[in-house]
C-alpha cells in the first residue's frame, strides 16, 4: 500500500518569511495530492491539492509543486502570517485502487509563524 | 466553511462497549469515508461508502463497521471498544467522481 513521508515534523519561521514542507510517497500509481491545514481542535480543512498531470499549481500565497519521477511534492507559503500557525498534512490517492478514494496522510507539521 | 457535519462531538465509553457516530454528509455529495486521528498522527483510512455500498477499507478489524443510507448520511458502528480506540473520527464527503474530499468537526471518543 501508499505510504508517504512528511518533513519537517515543526517548523518555526518569523513572520513575513516563507514556509516549505516536503513530501514523498511510495506508489507511483498516485495521482491526486491534497494538503489540508488542521487548527487545534478543529477539521482538516482543504488549502490546495494538484493532480498529476499537474507539475505546479498555485493559489495566492500557498503553491504546492510535483515531481512525479522524484515522487514528492512540496508546499510552499510564502509571506506567512500568524494566523499560518497551524499544523499542515500532505496525502495521496489513487481512484484506481480497489480501496476507492482513500486518501494516506503523511505525520503532520506543526507550522508556528513568530510575529 | 463545509456543510459536513457529525455527532456526537464528544462521546465517553468504556472498554468493550459498543458506539456508533454520525455523520450527514454536504448537499450533493454522494461518497462518504471515515478516517481515525489518534493524538499527533495524520488521519487513517478506515473505509468508504457509496451509493449505500462499501467502496474500499483500510487496515482495520471487523468490529468497525458502517452504513450509509438513501439520503447519503452515514454512520459508522464500533464494537467490543478498546482502550487504543480512543481518538478523533472523521468523515468526509466528496461529489460523484471527484477526489476531493471535504472533512466534518469529527467526534473525539475517549475508551476509558
Known amino acids: 500500500g501508499e505510504n508517504v513521508e512528511q518533513h519537517p515534523s515543526t517548523l518555526s519561521v518569523q513572520e513575513g518569511d516563507s514556509a516549505v514542507i516536503k513530501c514523498t510517497y511510495s506508489?507511483?500509481?498516485?495521482?491526486?495530492f491534497p494538503w489540508y491545514k488542521q487548527e487545534l481542535g478543529k477539521r482538516p480543512q482543504l488549502i490546495i491539492d494538484?493532480?498529476?498531470?499537474?507539475g505546479e499549481k498555485k493559489d495566492q500565497r500557498i503553491a504546492v509543486t510535483l515531481n512525479k519521477t522524484a515522487k514528492h511534492f512540496s508546499l510552499h507559503i510564502t509571506e506567512t502570517q500568524p494566523e499560518d500557525s497551524a499544523v499542515y498534512f500532505c496525502?495521496?490517492?489513487?481512484?484506481?485502487?480497489?480501496?476507492?478514494?482513500?486518501?494516506?496522510f503523511g505525520t503532520g507539521t506543526r507550522l508556528a509563524v513568530r510575529p | 466553511e463545509t456543510g459536513v457535519t457529525q455527532s456526537p462531538t464528544h462521546l465517553i465509553k468504556t472498554r468493550g462497549q459498543q458506539v456508533t457516530l454520525r455523520c450527514s454528509s454536504q448537499?450533493?455529495?454522494?461518497?462518504v469515508s471515515w478516517y481515525q486521528q489518534a493524538l499527533g498522527q495524520g488521519p487513517q483510512f478506515i473505509f468508504q461508502?457509496?451509493?449505500?455500498?462499501?467502496?474500499g477499507r483500510g487496515n482495520f478489524p471487523p468490529r468497525f463497521s458502517g452504513l450509509q443510507f438513501p439520503n447519503y448520511s452515514s454512520e459508522l458502528n464500533v464494537n467490543a471498544l478498546e482502550l487504543d480506540d480512543s481518538a478523533l473520527y472523521l468523515c468526509?464527503?466528496?461529489?460523484?467522481?471527484?477526489?476531493?474530499?471535504?472533512f466534518g468537526p469529527g467526534t473525539r471518543l475517549l475508551v476509558l
Open positions: 468526509a464527503s466528496s461529489f460523484p467522481g471527484v477526489e476531493t474530499q471535504y
Open positions: 506508489d507511483s500509481a498516485s495521482n491526486y
Open positions: 494538484i493532480r498529476s498531470n499537474v
Open positions: 496525502a495521496a490517492s489513487n481512484r484506481e485502487e480497489s480501496s476507492g478514494d482513500k486518501l494516506t
Open positions: 448537499s450533493g455529495h454522494n461518497t
Open positions: 461508502y457509496y451509493r449505500e455500498e462499501e467502496n
